[in-house]
């Protein structure tokens, strides 16, 4: 087991420690919003799959209106009428338009829609103020998508503009990646649950709601065990219960050196293997990382620091890269440069993770902490929208100085 790792080590061991994706499996495709694809989808057929009206206007031949003008309007008949959804065999001739709606197919004849907007009636005929160009305010087929295109790709989670794409493509059942069930633990004999009266010396149990929260934020799906006293029983019976039921477990509390965290002799019980005790970072040094071997499927488990900034850095920069691992889901973190609009003290040989506040001015990013940055400080999380990343080999911060940030 790796002790006292720096960040970049930590989050290449979680990855490579476990190799494989989820299984998959085919769901409806209107209940696969926030699933990741198992497979490039390519469209059935051209969308759309005929040519037609981009809005409610008169299709008509664009050279009836060469000499069309303020003071000289042409006039065109109104032939027929053509709704959305309607099959027309009615054809166009000079001097001649048709009525149309938005998505209705086009009379033969006809290369153009003028927008109702921009005409006036007269009679049974339409009067034109100036020239229409060829092919305006017409959608042609295959301009959105040609047949056999890959319109979302394999590894992408499925959003609601994706969820439309792949219907429009033709598809009623999509494969996926199995979405990995999360199981969280709370320990502490100091823990009371929401609705519990807290007595001197007793703190709620902030983490289980937390974490949860950030794992349904991402789109997985989290199972609360609740809170495990600091008595090795009730702690392995729930890690027992957690491990025949979900595919990681994060464990809160009880990971550090005291005389009653429990959780690093009750998981070793378990014959776990060890990968790695403590990351060089700020807040969330006290980070345990370990595989449990369930019928040949490696579970992973996290030991995370009981404050509840520690455990939300953790889940935000080592847990949730693997969790999107194990669903297969193709997206990179992304930072971005800022200019900090005060000094910060820094040690050597640590990374930080500093909650800011981001706005921009005059296309520049400008950042600057929340005040007090304590691991225990909640309110640093909830002023917060970006982190602010300071590497290991960062000395003390200028005002004014470049930082990255990673919104959040």
Same mark, same amino acid.
């Given at each position: 087991?790796?002790?006292?790792?720096?960040?970049?080590?930590?989050?290449?061991?979680? +990855?490579?420690?476990?190799?494989?994706? +989820?299984?998959?499996?085919?769901?409806?495709?209107?209940?696969?919003?926030? /699933?990741?694809?198992?497979?490039?989808?390519?469209?059935?057929?051209?969308?759309?799959?005929?040519?037609?009206?981009?809005?409610?206007?008169?299709?008509?031949?664009?050279?009836?209106?060469?000499?069309?003008?303020? $003071?000289?309007?042409?006039? !065109?008949?109104?032939?027929?009428?053509?709704?959305?959804?309607?099959?027309?065999?009615?054809?166009?001739?000079?001097?001649?338009?048709?009525?149309?709606?938005?998505?209705?197919? !086009?009379? &033969?004849?006809?290369?153009?829609?003028?927008?109702?907007?921009?005409?006036?009636?007269?009679?049974?005929?339409?009067?034109?103020?100036?020239?229409? =160009?060829?092919?305006?305010?017409? #959608? %042609?087929?295959?301009?959105?998508?040609?047949?056999?295109?890959?319109?979302?790709?394999?590894?992408?989670?499925?959003?609601?503009?994706?969820?439309?794409?792949?219907?429009?493509?033709?598809?009623?059942?999509?494969?996926?990646?199995?979405?990995?069930?999360?199981?969280?633990?709370?320990?502490?004999?100091?823990?009371?649950?929401?609705?519990?009266?807290?007595?001197?010396?007793?703190?709620?149990?902030?983490?289980?709601?937390?974490?949860?929260?950030?794992?349904? =934020? /991402?789109?997985?799906?989290?199972?609360?065990?609740?809170?495990? =006293?600091? @008595?090795?029983?009730?702690?392995?019976?729930? !890690?027992?219960?957690?491990?025949? @039921?979900?595919?990681?477990?994060?464990?809160?509390?009880?990971?550090?050196?005291?005389?009653?965290?429990?959780?690093?002799?009750?998981? +070793?019980?378990?014959?776990?293997?060890?990968? %790695?005790?403590?990351?060089? &970072?700020?807040?969330?040094?006290?980070?345990? /990382?370990?595989?449990?071997?369930?019928?040949?499927?490696?579970?992973?488990?996290?030991?995370?620091?009981?404050?509840?900034?520690?455990?939300?850095?953790?889940?935000?920069?080592?847990?949730?890269? !693997?969790?999107?691992?194990?669903?297969?889901?193709? @997206?990179?973190?992304?930072?971005?440069?800022?200019?900090?609009?005060?000094?910060?003290?820094?040690?050597?040989?640590?990374?930080?993770?500093? #909650?800011?506040?981001?706005?921009?001015?005059?296309?520049?990013?400008?950042?600057?902490?929340?005040?007090?940055?304590?691991?225990?400080?909640?309110?640093?999380?909830?002023?917060?929208?970006?982190?602010?990343? +300071? $590497?290991?080999?960062?000395?003390?911060?200028?005002?004014?100085?470049?930082?990255?940030?990673?919104?959040?």
């Amino acid at each position: 087991m790796k002790q006292n790792v720096e960040f970049k080590t930590a989050l290449n061991l979680i +990855l490579n420690s476990v190799n494989k994706k +989820l299984r998959t499996e085919f769901r409806n495709v209107k209940e696969s919003l926030w /699933y990741t694809c198992a497979v490039n989808v390519k469209s059935k057929y051209d969308i759309p799959n005929y040519d037609n009206s981009a809005m409610d206007g008169f299709a008509i031949r664009s050279t009836d209106t060469q000499n069309a003008k303020i $003071d000289n309007p042409i006039k !065109l008949k109104i032939v027929g009428e053509i709704k959305a959804g309607k099959v027309s065999r009615l054809k166009i001739s000079s001097g001649e338009c048709v009525s149309v709606m938005t998505g209705s197919c !086009l009379p &033969q004849g006809a290369d153009a829609v003028i927008e109702k907007e921009a005409v006036e009636y007269e009679d049974n005929k339409i009067k034109i103020f100036s020239k229409v =160009k060829p092919n305006k305010n017409i #959608r %042609f087929c295959g301009e959105d998508v040609k047949k056999n295109e890959v319109v979302v790709e394999k590894g992408t989670l499925i959003t609601p503009s994706a969820l439309g794409m792949i219907i429009s493509c033709g598809y009623d059942k999509i494969k996926v990646y199995r979405k990995p069930k999360i199981g969280i633990i709370a320990t502490g004999d100091e823990l009371v649950d929401v609705g519990e009266k807290v007595t001197y010396g007793k703190v709620r149990n902030v983490n289980s709601y937390t974490l949860s929260g950030l794992v349904e =934020k /991402y789109h997985f799906k989290a199972y609360n065990y609740g809170i495990a =006293k600091d @008595e090795v029983k009730q702690l392995k019976s729930k !890690l027992t219960k957690a491990l025949a @039921e979900c595919d990681v477990i994060l464990i809160s509390g009880g990971v550090s050196k005291g005389e009653y965290d429990l959780v690093k002799p009750v998981l +070793l019980q378990l014959e776990v293997k060890p990968i %790695f005790w403590q990351v060089k &970072q700020r807040p969330g040094k006290p980070v345990f /990382y370990c595989i449990y071997y369930r019928n040949g499927q490696k579970i992973p488990i996290f030991g995370v620091p009981g404050n509840v900034v520690s455990n939300y850095i953790v889940f935000e920069m080592l847990i949730k890269p !693997l969790l999107y691992k194990l669903e297969g889901r193709n @997206e990179q973190e992304q930072y971005f440069d800022a200019i900090i609009e005060e000094p910060v003290e820094k040690k050597l040989g640590l990374r930080y993770f500093l #909650r800011g506040v981001v706005v921009q001015k005059n296309g520049k990013f400008y950042v600057r902490t929340t005040g007090p940055q304590g691991s225990g400080i909640l309110m640093s999380l909830l002023r917060a929208n970006c982190l602010i990343v +300071l $590497d290991e080999r960062q000395k003390n911060v200028k005002k004014g100085d470049t930082v990255k940030i990673k919104f959040i």
